[in-house]
């Protein structure tokens, strides 16, 4: 499996790559979608002579030492990146695919590129994605071209140097599936204790937060969600709360138990799937776990309880050989 992936993000980043897998993985639920392959983002580079204007900057000893001007040059490529055509072709095989299978849906376009959500380097929160609405063409266009030009990201440019990484290397793909506009609790996890590297007290630690507007890693001051222990594997699955939610009512949790039960499903099918590549079934003997994203939304049903979605999974750095 490792292979495979290592494989698949050269086409199509490491999001996509790691989402195919969760799609086709028995108690993982995930929106339906599709990528869009690294290619068309290096043909929208090399149609509108971006590659060179960027061989230039690095080139540039001025652009390499000065901060503010490297700053200030990204700033440039990103807007003239969301401003420049893309190829007729591509337009015309996205537009009859949203049509067929999507129709009447805003998409979101996520990154996938080939050097975030990897094993060594995670880089989450690295780039940005956008919503367009199939129903205004121009909207779709300018989602793809701002997620592209997301690559030249300030801060991004200084993580990837920081890495070592050639920045000529890097391409990006779009996971693209419809957009979840208000759901009910958001959330990241680690399928594995991180404060036990032991592995002898087994646990999914689950960060979890009400509604979509407020994020959970980085929240607003003074604002906190809920995170707590799931000891998925013992007897009546105990949740050992961290803390909790400022956001709700003091007493109540942001998941019922019943969708905690579900999301722990998910999340032991994800470490056992994903263990051939990044775990014990790929020689590594340290501790091992996978960082998953995840919602709960009743955009299927609106009359039911709000239901589990997977976004992404990808492995947790830091811990293993």
């Given at each position: 499996?490792?292979d ?21 993985t ?10 869009v ?53 591509f ?11 999507y ?21 989450a ?26 690559i030249?990201?300030?801060?991004t ?21 419809p957009n ?30 009400a ?30 709360y ?25 999340l ?27 919602k709960?939304?009743d ?23």
């Open positions: 499996m490792r495979a992936i290592k494989t698949a993000v050269l086409a199509f980043g490491g999001k996509a790559a790691q989402y195919s897998i969760l799609a086709r028995e108690g993982v639920p995930v929106a339906r979608a599709f990528a392959p690294v290619y068309y983002y290096d043909q929208f580079m090399r149609d509108n002579g971006f590659y060179d204007r960027v061989d230039a900057l690095l080139a540039d000893p001025a652009f390499a030492t000065d901060a503010a001007l490297r700053d200030a040059e990204l700033a440039a490529l990103r807007a003239d990146m969301a401003a420049a055509p893309l190829d007729g072709t337009q015309a095989t996205l537009k009859a695919k949203l049509a067929a299978d129709p009447g849906q805003k998409m979101r376009f996520r990154t996938s590129t080939n050097s975030e959500d990897l094993d060594g380097f995670p880089c929160g690295c780039y940005e994605s956008h919503t367009g609405d199939p129903a205004d063409w121009s909207d779709v266009l300018d989602a793809i071209r701002e997620t592209w030009a997301s030249w990201l300030f801060r440019f200084e993580e990837r140097s920081y890495y070592g990484i050639d920045h000529r290397s890097v391409g990006m793909a779009l996971l693209v599936h979840f506009g208000d759901e009910e609790a958001n959330g990241v996890a680690v399928t594995a204790n991180p404060f036990d590297p032991s592995g002898l007290d087994p646990a999914f630690y689950v960060n979890v937060q509604g979509g507007d407020v994020e959970v890693v980085a929240p607003p001051p003074g604002v906190t969600s809920d995170q707590f222990l799931y000891f998925f594997a013992q007897p009546n699955q105990p949740r050992s961290i803390t909790h939610s400022s956001l709700i009512d003091a007493g109540e949790t942001v998941l019922s138990v019943q969708q905690a039960y579900q999301l722990g499903v998910a032991d099918a994800v470490h056992r799937r994903f263990s051939p590549a990044y775990g014990p079934g790929a020689g590594n003997h340290g501790w091992y776990a996978m960082d998953v994203e995840f709960f939304d955009v299927a049903d609106p009359s039911q309880p709000p239901t589990l979605y997977v976004k992404q999974a990808r492995p947790y750095p830091g811990r293993g050989d």
